[in-house]
């Protein structure tokens, strides 16, 4: 039986397990993939635990908050999206070696373009945030031809970081990318993305209503009701909110797709995990 887990600290409400055994049903793929908590100053013992798995041959894990950063360090192979966000969330156990990726970028450009319907190219986005959320996100919005990326950041250095370990990306694409404080970000945006803790701690949306431009997507990486304060003010304030699921659902197909190279019909099992959890 080929192996697959989430690793990380907590893990035991993970929706993974559930996403991926719906997704190897619906591709007719033969796997198992489990949870397993990893003791915070235990990540490659937890590596090494799994790949002793006797239940079968592991193949490759998810990894979690806050093993993002260690499971970059255990691969031999790091792919160009997983660099640059300095984190890896997928990795597979290949003859050549540990291989990292990051599919966070990806599950949230695929959540935009392909469920939201809402294109990428040549838009004006917001991301508030620049911690670990934020920082996996913006090549790949940059690869989708964002035309402006505008980092708001509380700590107004660690956007400025970011930007910096983009610019290069940026002037690729012929994009432009800068960093602000919350209250002074100037001019309104075609996709506002909510990359921060705020609302999960109870704070209010950090930014003014005004970076809204009518009917704008508003997309908080959280679901459940974590995401609520935010979705309410984007609603409140004419635009169209959008929570986390659908980039949960993408993350788990981009990184399926890399360990079976099979795509699985995620529009299907986002719709199938949000009735259940509405139920
Ligand atoms: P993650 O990996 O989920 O991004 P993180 O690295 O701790 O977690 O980053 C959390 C982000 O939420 C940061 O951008 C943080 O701002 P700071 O960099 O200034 O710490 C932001 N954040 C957390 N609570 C916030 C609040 N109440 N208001 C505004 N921003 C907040």
Redesign the pocket.
């Known amino acids: 039986m080929d192996l697959y887990c989430v690793m990380g600290n907590p893990v035991a409400h993970s929706r993974s397990p559930w996403i991926h055994a719906r997704f190897a049903e619906l591709t007719g793929q033969t796997l198992a993939y489990g949870r397993r908590q990893i003791a915070l100053d235990g990540f490659a013992d937890g590596l090494v635990a799994f790949r002793a798995d006797p239940e079968g041959t592991a193949r490759g894990c998810n990894v979690t908050?806050p093993f993002k950063f260690d499971a970059g360090a255990v691969a031999q192979h790091v792919s160009p999206r997983a660099a640059l966000a300095q984190a890896v969330n997928t990795l597979s156990f290949r003859e050549d070696g540990v291989h990292g990726d990051n599919t966070d970028g990806a599950g949230l450009v695929n959540d935009i373009q392909r469920n939201a319907g809402v294109a990428i190219a040549g838009s004006d986005v917001l991301l508030i945030?620049?911690?670990?959320?934020?920082a996996g996100v913006i090549g790949p919005l940059l690869d989708a031809g964002a035309r402006r990326i505008v980092l708001a950041?509380?700590?107004l250095a660690?956007a400025v970081a970011l930007v910096r370990r983009h610019a290069a990306l940026a002037l690729a694409h012929g994009a432009v990318i800068e960093a602000h404080e919350?209250h002074t970000v100037p001019g309104d945006f075609d996709i506002v993305v909510n990359?921060?803790?705020?609302s999960l701690?109870g704070?209010a949306v950090?930014v003014a209503a005004g970076v809204l431009r009518p009917g704008a997507l508003a997309v908080d990486m959280m679901y459940g009701p974590a995401a609520a304060g935010f979705m309410d003010w984007a609603r409140a304030h004419g635009a169209v909110p959008r929570d986390g699921l659908g980039m949960l659902v993408e993350q788990a197909a981009e990184s399926f797709a890399i360990w079976r190279g099979v795509r699985p019909p995620s529009a299907q099992v986002l719709a199938e995990l949000r009735a259940q959890l509405d139920g």
């Open positions: 908050v945030g620049a911690g670990g959320a934020a950041n509380r700590t660690k919350l990359a921060t803790a705020s701690a704070a950090p």
